[in-house]
């Protein structure tokens, strides 16, 4: 399994992204889909999650704001995020949990948001 994590960038407070993570070696829809990040100095903190059966899940600190989402199609996992502010800035990290319990991480794809 690979993640392929694109999608960062720096962008002004109030703007928008959408982050994506491009799946090989497995089908996106069969897996838990899960979004963590980092910011500098601290430890990685997860954000959000989607189950196979299309439930999410937010952390508070991001609840309607960012949406995660995925394209069957495409075998990609996204994460659309609005409204940012400084302290969402970090690296981005993609995460699947196959049925039997392994988790892969995409490489991770940096977000700056400026004040």
């Known amino acids: 399994v690979q993640l392929q994590a694109s999608g960062g960038g720096l962008v002004q407070a109030g703007g928008s992204l959408r982050l994506s993570c491009a799946a090989s070696?497995?089908?996106?829809?069969?897996?838990?889909l899960a979004w963590y990040r980092q910011a500098p100095g601290n430890e990685r903190e997860w954000v959000a999650t989607?189950?196979?059966?299309?439930?999410?899940n937010y952390a508070d600190s991001v609840k309607g704001r960012f949406t995660i989402s995925r394209d069957g199609a495409k075998n990609t996992l996204y994460l659309q995020v609005n409204l940012l502010k400084p302290e969402d800035t970090g690296v981005y990290y993609c995460?699947?949990?196959?049925?039997?319990?392994?988790?892969?991480w995409g490489h991770g794809t940096l977000v700056t948001v400026s004040s």
């Open positions: 995460k699947l949990i196959k049925p039997t319990g392994n988790a892969y």
């Open positions: 070696g497995t089908i996106v829809s069969n897996n838990i």
């Open positions: 989607m189950t196979t059966s299309g439930t999410t």
